[in-house]
């Protein structure tokens, strides 16, 4: 009798552990597919704080995007309104859930994606070396995901907290000051050679395409002077994307003497990504291509904008 109520009472406790994650599980999965559900979470929570129905131009991608682009400093010099909805090494499965999410409160003009992150894996399969707990997290979300309890249940440190409201003030741009040259010459020598995107990149691309277009946004690919990233091989795969779907594609590699990049002084970390100075460069030159080839409003006489003025004077930057 004692060893039936053993049994009675471990089946019992077992049945309510599996229904307890089972729940846990329903509560902390994303919604969509998510790969890194804490960034994600992050951005889309500060970018919401963004009044309704007042960006026009929303930038999507990697760590590039937030090098690169400086949505205060287009207010300033063309009076575009613009977000940067980077994240460090942002996969197009995360990509795709912040636009999603991002377009529950704004209605774009356009959305620029940055397009380094197409030639990294672009799906939400976990990188966990126990193979056995990969599979059990099919199931179980809750272990795929538990990562959000630090989330949910932690209170931010200070220097963290303010780190991150500074960059929501700059509408998604991190001021980085660091100089590291770059002195490895030539990296865009013209080449028929091509670089396949990353395993589901397409897939990926192609969800983010139809959802602008179903939302009437145009798309257009962007691609940031990147010698340590960037080859042509690279560039020729996107420009047969985008002529293959009608979409516009820049790649600035190519116009590094237009917007006159000094790579002894413009990048933080020898090629990869710009600095403030080079950033000051690209956004000069990419708010004027945005201006001349797209028919986007000079919002700064607007009363509705006024605290795009109060950001500028608030951000800590000179242009």
């Known amino acids: 009798m004692d060893r039936v109520k053993k049994i009675a009472g471990g089946t019992i406790f077992l049945s309510g552990l599996v229904l307890i994650l089972i729940l846990l599980s329903a509560l902390m999965t994303p919604r969509g597919e998510v790969y890194n559900i ?57 990509t795709l859930s912040i636009l999603e999410t991002s377009l529950e409160t704004q209605s774009p003009e356009l959305v620029v994606l940055e397009t380094n992150c197409l030639f990294r894996y672009a799906g939400v399969k976990p990188e966990l070396s126990d193979r056995t707990l990969y599979e059990v997290s099919q199931y179980l979300p809750v272990f795929k995901y538990h990562n959000r309890w630090k989330q949910a249940f932690s209170v931010m440190n200070p220097t963290e907290q303010k780190k991150l409201e500074k960059e929501h003030l700059r509408k998604g741009f991190k001021l980085r000051t660091d100089v590291v040259p770059y002195t490895g010459g030539e990296w865009m020598n013209e080449s028929d050679k091509r670089k396949a995107f990353g395993e589901k990149a397409e897939e990926y691309l192609t969800k983010i395409y139809e959802l602008c277009k ?18 042509y091989a690279k560039h020729n795969s996107v420009s047969d994307w985008a002529d293959e779907n009608d979409v516009k594609y820049l790649d600035m590699n190519l116009n590094v003497n237009e917007i006159q990049i000094d790579w002894a002084k413009d990048t933080r970390d020898g090629g990869d990504h710009l600095n403030f100075t080079g950033a ?40």
């Open 280 to 319: 000051k460069k690209l956004t000069a030159y990419f708010g004027s291509y945005l201006k001349d080839n797209f028919d986007l409003t000079d919002h700064r006489q607007d009363e509705i904008y006024s605290s795009w003025n109060e950001d500028l004077k608030n951000c800590g930057m000179k242009f």
């Open 38 to 94: 804490i960034d994600v979470e992050k951005k889309t929570s500060y970018f919401s704080k963004e009044a309704k129905d007042t960006i026009d131009v929303i930038i999507i991608g990697d760590s590039e995007t937030y090098s690169a682009f400086n949505p205060l400093q287009m207010w300033k010099e063309q009076g575009i309104t613009s977000y940067v909805c980077g994240t460090h090494a942002q996969r197009l499965c995360d």
């Open 214 to 231: 179903k939302q009437d946004i145009e798309l257009v690919l962007v691609t940031t002077p990147a010698p340590d990233n960037w080859t």
